[in-house]
Nanobody
Framework: QAQLVESGGGLVQAGGSLRLSCARS??????MGWFRQAPGKEREFVAR????????NYADFVKGRFTISRDIAKSTLYLQMNSLTPDDTAAYYC?????????????????WGQGTQVTVSS
């Protein structure tokens, strides 16, 4: 069983930046990702990275603004978010999965963090 603990959320003005972290303990993973969920909306894919190879994929709405990375030695996942807009306001969740499958689908992830709130003011 893996445990995931996110940190780094907060309140930021539009145009600002935040860096989210997700510390993983236990378990094995083929890839990890970030999802977000705004009130009244479904959880949506943001980005993912394969744990060993470092292959990355992003949702179109964050390309060029967000960067996903990982520190294998620290078993920590990161999401650097730049040029934030009020539309980025949501609870952000990190997730990990053991196997393959469509990486944009939340159901294909085995472990989830508790979420960290990101609020972007205009």
């Amino acid at each position: 069983q893996a445990q995931l603990v996110e940190s780094g959320g907060g309140l930021v003005q539009a145009g600002g930046s935040l860096r989210l972290s997700c510390a993983r303990s236990g378990g094995t993973t083929s890839s990890m990702g970030w999802f977000r969920q705004a009130p009244g909306k479904e959880r949506e894919f943001v980005a993912r990275i394969t744990w060993n190879g470092g292959l990355t994929n992003y949702a179109d709405f964050v390309k060029g603004r967000f960067t996903i990375s990982r520190d294998i030695a620290k078993s920590t996942l990161y999401l650097q978010m730049n040029s934030l807009t009020p539309d980025d306001t949501a609870a952000y969740y990190c997730a990990a999965r053991r196997n393959l499958g469509v990486f944009t689908t939340p159901a294909n992830y085995d472990y989830w963090g508790q979420g960290t709130q990101v609020t972007v003011s205009s």
